[in-house]
């Protein structure tokens, strides 16, 4: 059972900047490729990015491409997001997740593991 945890959320204005974390009980976070989704209110989880356990291949959803930024710190057991040039658009609830079966699966939704949400808002 591994257990994330995800802070840094809060409210920004509008072409600001956010950095998320996610940590990970479990010693083993490196055999997982991780991921962010996001939920807006009367909207479906989305894909926002994802990373392989080495972290050597990324992932973005063309909303968030070139504004986004995932990584991991596998000796923290720590992923992050770092969002810049935020829009409005962007304000949902944010959910880390961890999978078993890797990057590709996770765009699946394919997902082992999810944390509790960080709420972001940008404001206009």
């Known amino acids: 059972q591994v257990q994330l945890v995800e802070s840094g959320g809060g409210l920004v204005q509008a072409g600001g900047s956010l950095t998320l974390s996610c940590a990970a009980s479990?010693?083993?976070?490196?055999?997982?490729?991780m991921g962010w989704f996001r939920q807006a209110p009367g909207k479906e989880r989305e894909f926002v990015a994802g990373i392989t356990w080495s972290g050597d291949i990324r992932y973005y959803a063309d909303s968030v491409k070139g504004r986004f930024t995932i990584s991991r710190d596998n000796a923290k057991d720590t992923v992050y997001l770092q969002m810049n040039s935020l829009k409005p658009e962007d304000t949902a609830v944010y959910y880390c997740?961890?999978?078993?079966?890797?990057?590709?699966?996770?765009?699946?939704?394919?997902?082992?593991?999810w944390g509790q949400g960080a709420q972001v808002t940008v404001s206009s």
């Open positions: 997740a961890a999978s078993t079966y890797g990057l590709g699966e996770i765009r699946q939704y394919k997902v082992d593991y």
């Open positions: 479990s010693g083993t976070f490196r055999h997982y490729a």
